[in-house]
Nanobody, 123 residues
Framework: QVQLVESGGGLVQAGGSLRLSCAAS????????MDWYRQAPGKQRELVAA???????NYADSVKGRFTISRDNAKKMVYLQMNSLKPEDTAVYYC?????????????????WGQGTQVTVSS
C-alpha cells in the first residue's frame, strides 16, 4: 500500500511564500513522474508543476517564474516552493506521483494522489 502525505499549506498574504511537501511511503520500488495540481472552488483541477525522474521540470504559465518544483529521491519527497503568491493561487493543492511497486520490468506505474492541502492567499 502506498500513501502520499502533503504538508505546508496555510494562510499567507499576497506576495508571501509557502513551501509544500509531499512524502511517499509504503511499497515502493521506484518513483517516476511527480506532479503538483491545484483546484480552486468552482474550477477544474489543473496541473501546476511536474518533475520527471531525471529532474526535468514543467510549469503552468500562470506560475512560471514564481513556483519551483523539486524532489528528493532518497527521501521519496516532492516539494513546491511558491513565491510571490497571489490571491488567484488560492486552491487546494494535491501531489500526484507515478510509482512502480514491483521490481520486474513489466510492472506498471500506478498514479497515487495525496489528500490535498489548502493554500489561501489574502489580498
Amino acid at each position: 500500500q502506498v500513501q502520499l502525505v502533503e504538508s505546508g499549506g496555510g494562510l499567507v498574504q499576497a506576495g508571501g511564500s509557502l513551501r509544500l511537501s509531499c512524502a511517499a511511503s509504503g511499497s515502493i520500488f521506484s518513483i517516476n513522474r511527480m506532479d503538483w495540481y491545484r483546484q480552486a472552488p468552482g474550477k477544474q483541477r489543473e496541473l501546476v508543476a511536474a518533475i520527471t525522474s531525471g529532474g526535468s521540470t514543467n510549469y503552468a504559465d500562470s506560475v512560471k517564474g514564481r513556483f519551483t518544483i523539486s524532489r528528493d529521491n532518497a527521501k521519496k519527497m516532492v516539494y513546491l516552493q511558491m513565491n510571490s503568491l497571489k490571491p488567484e493561487d488560492t486552491a487546494v493543492y494535491y501531489c500526484a506521483v507515478d510509482i512502480r511497486e514491483q521490481w520486474f520490468p513489466e510492472a506498471p506505474n500506478n498514479r497515487y494522489w495525496g489528500q490535498g492541502t489548502q493554500v489561501t492567499v489574502s489580498s
